[in-house]
C-alpha cells in the first residue's frame, strides 16, 4: 500500500486556530492522532505518519497551539487543560474513537484527556514520559528551549544547537529540514517555531501537583497502552515507567535502545515497528 500524501486540516479550539495534515490510509483500519512534544511540530510525526498509512491507520497530526503554522495562543494560554481542550476538539470534530500516540508533552496530554474522560480513546502510546518525570532531564530541555532568545544568525547555528542538545544524533548534512522547525523573522535571524510565551506557565499548578494529577488521570485509564522509552533518555527513568505501568491495567513497555526523549526522530524504524507491533493487536473497532 503506497505512503499517503498530507493533506492540510484546520480548526479552531477556543478562537485559537490549529493547523495539522491528515494521511488517509487507502483501507483503513483506524486513526491515529499524533500529538508532539513541546517545542516541536507536527513534521516530528511525518515519517511515522506515512508508515501507518501505508498499514491501513490513518493518520492526523497536528501543530499544538503556539507551535508551528497553528496560531499563537491571544491570551497566552498554554495550560495542560486549554491542550486537553485542543484534542478533545479535534476528536470531537472528526468523529472517531482514535489511538492517541503523544510525545513528552503530548503523551501528558493524552493521559489527561483519556484518564479524566474528556476524550474516548481506542488505545493509547506513551512516548517517553511518564507522571513523574526526571528533574534533570526536564531542566536540560528547559534550558535548551529557553537559550537563544535573540534566535539564530543562520541554520548552520540552528544545526549547531540541535547537535548540541542531541549529540548522539547525527549533524544533518541538509539543513533544508530544519526549516520547519524555525523560521525567519523581520530581523533576519531564525527563531524557533513556537510562541515564547509557551514557557511562562504562569498559573500552572505545582510540579507535585501536577504530578498527582497525571497520576490519578492514568489510574482511571482503561484502554490498551503502550509506554514507549528510550534506552538512553534522561527524562523517564525505571522506577517512572514501572508506576505508570502499575497505574494503568494491562498496559505494557518497549524500548528503543538507541533513543534518548525524542525517540522518534532518534531512531524511527525501531519506534514504527513496535509501534506497528501494538497496534496490530487491537480489538477490531
Known amino acids: 500500500m503506497p505512503a499517503a500524501a498530507a493533506e492540510p486540516l484546520e480548526f479552531i479550539s477556543a478562537g485559537v486556530r490549529i493547523r495539522g495534515d491528515r494521511f488517509a490510509a487507502e483501507d483503513e483500519v483506524g486513526v491515529a492522532l499524533l500529538l508532539h512534544g513541546g517545542g516541536q511540530t507536527r513534521h516530528s510525526w511525518r515519517s511515522t505518519a506515512r508508515v501507518l498509512s501505508t498499514h491501513g491507520w490513518t493518520s492526523v497530526t497536528l501543530d499544538a497551539r503556539g507551535h508551528g503554522d497553528s496560531a499563537w495562543a491571544a491570551d497566552g494560554d498554554y495550560s495542560m487543560d486549554a491542550f486537553v481542550g485542543d484534542v478533545s476538539t479535534l476528536v470531537d470534530a472528526l468523529g472517531v474513537t482514535p489511538v492517541l500516540i503523544g510525545a ?58 540541535v547537535a548540541s542538545y542531541n549529540p548522539h544524533r547525527p549533524r544533518p548534512a541538509n539543513l533544508e529540514g530544519l526549516k520547519k522547525n524555525v523560521r525567519r523573522r523581520a530581523d533576519g535571524r531564525w527563531h524557533w517555531h513556537w510562541d515564547p510565551e509557551f514557557l511562562n506557565f504562569g498559573d500552572e499548578p505545582s510540579r507535585a501537583q501536577g504530578e498527582e494529577r497525571l497520576a490519578r488521570a492514568a489510574g482511571r485509564v482503561r484502554v490498551p497502552t503502550l509506554v514507549m522509552r528510550g534506552g538512553e533518555s534522561d527524562v523517564v527513568s525505571d522506577a517512572g515507567a514501572t508506576e505508570l505501568l ?25 519506534f514504527a515497528r513496535e509501534l506497528l507491533g501494538f497496534l496490530a493487536e487491537l480489538p477490531a473497532d
Open 104 to 161: 513528552s508533552l503530548g503523551g501528558l496530554a493524552s493521559m489527561i484527556a483519556v484518564g479524566e474522560g474528556r476524550v474516548q480513546a481506542r488505545a493509547m502510546v506513551l512516548v517517553d514520559v511518564v507522571p513523574r518525570l526526571e528533574q534533570a532531564g526536564v531542566d536540560r530541555i528547559m534550558t535548551f528551549m529557553r537559550s537563544h532568545p535573540d534566535g539564530f544568525a543562520s541554520l548552520e547555528e540552528v544545526a549547531d544547537a
Open 246 to 270: 502499575d497505574l494503568i491495567p494491562g498496559s505494557r513497555q518497549a524500548a528503543v535502545a538507541k533513543a534518548g526523549h525524542m525517540i522518534a526522530g532518534d531512531d524511527n524504524s525501531v
